[in-house]
């Protein structure tokens, strides 16, 4: 998929190094096609590295993908100069006279807090109410997905004993579903968080389904409304180092972490992490994008 983006983001010379196909504004001008628009809310505090892992993602269909970032303004980024938050995103209250053909919402480190705790819930809340009328589809990831889940539907998270970290084999079921099809009997999908989801509350709730998870993580695809809003219990999208960046960070702080599972070969963290989980990650958000934005969504917004 050619993904257009502002010329002047960081990012872009990644992804064209990466060989990924983005698509300059000239070029996407001259394309007698309605390009899709997709809005991402990213809560994640290294915007930057957030950005790449969706961009990559989302770049592997022949569909012409705007994309447009926003940022809460009831909470100041502190890991993101002002200038590119300045120059690269806006706010709610800029897009929220018009309709979107996809929303995304990302993780954050909150999960430890109560939802209703985390300084940015009302704006957030007031974002997924708007969604409702104004998305055709939306996307929530890690803990994106169990604020999703708990504001939408009334499904409660649940802390695990300790930190789930590494790269957990999953299942698929339902395999019929357009949002898994494509996908192997058994794939791997990174997952780094301190909660989970209430997998009886989704089983009981009639509006919700169960298409993915794994022995040991739980629920990880769940769909309601037919694709209205699809929640991602993990992190498909991020990069072969995230996790090792993130175990040694946590290690620096002292908080002597476990070893990411199924990540370093040996589990010897001086060992360089093999990737094993970008297939899947694409034909998920081209899934998505295909059969949850694209052949829904309306030819005139």
Known sequence: MPIRIDNDLPVKKILEQENIFVMDENRAMSQDIRPL??????????????????????????LQVNIS????????????????????????????????????????????????????????????????????????????????????????????????????????????TPLVRGFDDSFLVPQSRYTGVDKDAIVNNPLLEIVSESDVTGPYLIIAEDGKNIFVTGHPEYDTLTLDQEYKRDVKKGINPDIPVNYYPDDNPENAPVKSWRCHANTL?????????????????
């Open 37 to 62: 628009d997709i809005l991402i809310l990213n809560l994640m505090p290294l915007k930057e590295d957030t950005e790449l892992q969706l961009l990559r993602s989302l770049s592997n269909t022949p």
């Open 69 to 176: 970032f926003i940022r809460t303004v009831s909470y100041e980024s502190k890991n993101v100069s002002e200038s590119h938050l300045a120059r690269f995103y806006t706010d709610f209250d800029s897009v929220k006279n018009r309709k979107w053909d996809g929303l995304i919402i990302t993780g954050a480190p909150v999960e430890l807090m109560k939802f209703e705790e985390v300084e940015y819930w009302d704006e957030l809340t007031k974002i997924m109410d708007w969604s409702e009328k104004n998305v055709t589809s939306t996307l929530h990831i890690c803990w994106g997905a169990q604020a999703g889940l708990y504001y939408r539907y009334g499904v409660s998270n649940i802390k695990l004993d300790k930190k789930l970290s590494g790269v957990y084999k999953h299942y698929t079921f339902h395999k019929r």
């Open 285 to 301: 958000y081209t899934n998505w994008l295909n059969y949850y934005v694209y052949q829904v969504t309306p030819y005139k917004l």
